[in-house]
């Protein structure tokens, strides 16, 4: 930022001084004294002193020859020009705040008729200005929603500057976003009176308790950032009683979803406590995101004006994005159903991207596979007439669907012959399918574990539902046959010499009899398992445990392949892509991974949660990825890029079930909360709410056909709800996906078909047959 400054200062000399009518002489100090960009809220704190309150600025020294202050006030109104020119958006934001640091006699120069258009743009105070008049301050510029940029320390990339020693205005430091904790930390560094901070908080609380209705529920989303940013303050600058204080008095106040962040916020009553700590860091490095309407937004704005709070300004200022929408506010309902993740509201922008969420063409099979079937299955003809049904009991359409994305967007596998052979038993399976709906619904198959002292944490079903896996917290992977034909392994190299290869049933005779058993237990791992994933050819397994790594088993000698290294952290989850090859991962190092089986490093990393990445789903088309975490937010991945492309909020625990529509246009969503929330990919809004469940849902699964909705939780239920009912007549209109202004209905027990309890099983896993029986499976639980 240093470097930024010494141009710009070069520039100044040939600017006509506003006051003096002549050009000044060249500075005579050198470039790196430019006034650099050190946070306004650190040098007020250093400079104020016990009381707060900032030194008056030295008067200029008189004579002709224009003062260091006056060149210094030149300086900066040239570089903010220069910065306007270059578009420069952000640093010009960012020198602009810290103006400040200079005095209060910049006022003056900062809206001379010189520089007036530098911090209010153009058009009017309310639409394009956003700047505050605070009595004692200079102009500040608001970096919020508007026609003006964000803060720059919102986007990657862009620097923070820590805190400047008195007398070392010249050598800012620049420092990097996150790693440097004293230079996140040094925005708590604004020194405001300490007791003034419960009257400030409780009179924006006054005020806004006494609004109108329409704009109370918009503007009561400001309670929780500002407690929590007033707060840390205060801790940081070491006033601990009042801190204290402060919490004790307010934190009752909060809603109730965010309990679990104030128990942590409640631990943190010391200088010491924030360094290092990851919700702190959270709180402070990523911008908490509120969507108002214009009018609810100037109510504020006004408010704080005639109040003169620039110490709630500077918080909205510093830590706040205020995301503004022009049309009716939106009631309190509709906000309560988007907010609760730990950083607010998703950014409008950020669910604008184009999604392909059709599916892929299927491909179209060559007569050598009628052959192959012929002489496989001896039932001639059978496959071409099954193959038309598929377009009416299917998802999967031969047609090219418009929204789906060109077949080569990104390289898949060919398809195997023993691929091919398992799509048209697929379709033969898909032509003896049930038909579900209201008036027809699944049969339930519920696997118990028994006796699962290893204590049971993942569990996967292959796709024809031959076999069943289940990770455990001994670091075992334990695979069972659950059709009367048992596992068995490839005979010893030995054997297999002695095979003829030209015959018929090769793949049988590479398979020792002596192995068969109804189970296998896979070692390997050196912690708990706690996601496990069949490949789609069922010739593959993944496990992820604690112990940071994810595993790639072979089924036909039940023996590790592979063990892939990236996760410094547990692994929480794994999947396979349902055209296999590739798969992903997600950890508590808060990020997710895309792997090859080929490649032992990962070929894409997707960061951005807050925290924990919990669970992990590939999308039918395989070309995006849905990751839920524990910062109660699901994003959705493009696989081609890596960009995060969709940001769903409105859960208020954090999210351990995912699951695609077959369709691929709508995603369901489980978590803590016990609510199923259901999404419109397309256009990246909240369609649906299913309230039922009592507890944590940990599986969630859509019928073959796409017609019921399954979830399972911790509550030992199973739940049916009607998909098709539940996604028709949708409101995707233009409005309501500018301006979120979502209406939920309240149909939860209309929608539901069934409930089925268990004894005392919580229900871990989903998962339909493919002629759509339902098979389940947990763990018993004598408590």
Sequence with gaps: MAALHEEPAEVAAAQPDPEAGTPPPPPAVPPAAAPAAVPAAAAEGEAAGAGGDAAP?????????????????????????????????????????????LGDDLGAAALSPASAGLLGGSGSDADSGEALLGRGTSAVAVAIGGNVATVATSSPGVAAVAAVPPGKVGSAVVVEDQPDVSAVLS????????????????????????????????????????????????????????????????????????????????????????????????????????????????LLKRHLQEKQNNQIWNIVQEHLYIDIFDGMPRSKQQIDAMVGSL??????????????????????????????????????????????????????????DPNAPPQNRIPLPE????????KVMNMKEAARRVRLGPECLPSICFYTFLNAYQGLTAVDITDDSSMIVGGFADSTVRVWSVTPKKLRSVKTAADLSLIDKESDDVLERIMDEKTASELKILYGHSGPVYGTSFSPD?????????????????????????????????????????????????????????????????????????????????????????????????????????????????????????????NGRFLATGATDG???????????????????????????????????????MDNTVRLWDAVKAFEDLETDDFTTATGHINLPENSQDLLLGTYMTKSTPVVHLHFTRRNLLLAAGAYSSQ
């Excluded at 108002?292 to 100037?298: F, L, N, P, T, V």
């Excluded at 922008?349 to 009628?370: H, S, T």
């Excluded at 019928?703 to 399972?712: C, N, Q």
């Design 415 to 422: 398809l195997k012959d023993s691929d091919k052979l398992d």
């Design 187 to 298: 925005a708590y560094n604004q020194q405001g009176d300490p007791t003034l901070y419960e009257e400030y908080y409780s009179g924006l609380k006054h005020f806004i308790e006494c609004s109108l209705d329409c704009h109370r529920a918009e503007l009561s989303q400001l309670f929780y950032p500002l407690f929590v940013h007033m707060y840390l303050e205060l801790v940081y600058n070491q006033h601990e009683s009042e801190a204290k204080s402060f919490f004790e008095r307010f934190h009752g106040d909060q809603e109730c979803y965010y309990q679990d962040d104030l128990r942590v916020l409640s631990s943190l009553t010391k200088k010491e406590h924030m360094r290092g700590n990851e919700t702190m860091l959270d709180f402070r490095t990523s911008k908490f995101v509120l969507r108002i309407s214009r009018d609810s937004y100037q």
């Design 57 to 101: 600025p030295k008067p200029a020294a008189p004579g002709p020859a224009a003062s260091p202050a006056a060149l210094d006030r030149q300086t900066l109104v040239a570089v903010l020009q220069f910065l306007r020119r270059s578009n420069l958006r952000e640093s010009e934001e960012i020198l602009r705040r810290e103006a400040r640091l």
């Design 343 to 400: 950083a607010g509201e998703a950014k409008r922008e950020a669910n604008k991207a184009k999604v392909f969420f059709g599916l892929l063409k299927e491909p179209e099979f060559d007569v050598p596979l009628d052959d192959e079937d012929e002489e496989g299955e001896n039932e001639e003809g059978k496959p071409k007439k099954k193959k038309p049904k598929k377009d009416n009991v299917g998802s999967k359409s031969k047609k090219q």
């Design 538 to 662: 069922r010739n593959y397994l993944l496990s992820c445990s604690e112990d940071g790594t994810v595993r790639l088993w072979s089924l036909q000698t039940f023996t590790c392949l592979v063990g892939y290294k990236g996760h410094n952290y547990p692994v929480w989850d794994t999947q396979f892509s349902p055209y296999g090859y590739y798969f992903v991962s997600g950890g508590h190092d808060r990020v997710a991974r895309l792997w090859a089986t080929d490649h032992y490093q990962p070929l894409r990393i997707f960061a951005g949660h807050l925290a924990d990445v919990t669970c992990t789903r590939f999308h039918p088309n395989s070309n995006y990825i849905a990751t839920g975490s524990a910062d109660r937010t699901i994003r959705l991945w493009d696989v081609l890029n890596g960009n995060c492309v969709r940001i769903f909020t409105g859960h208020k625990g954090p999210i351990h079930s995912l699951a695609f529509s077959p």
């Design 675 to 713: 609510r199923v929330l259901l999404w419109d990919i397309g256009h990246g809004l909240m369609v649906g709410e299913l309230k039922g469940h009592t507890d944590t849902i940990y599986a969630l699964r859509f019928s073959r056909d796409g017609e019921i909705l399954a979830s399972g939780s």
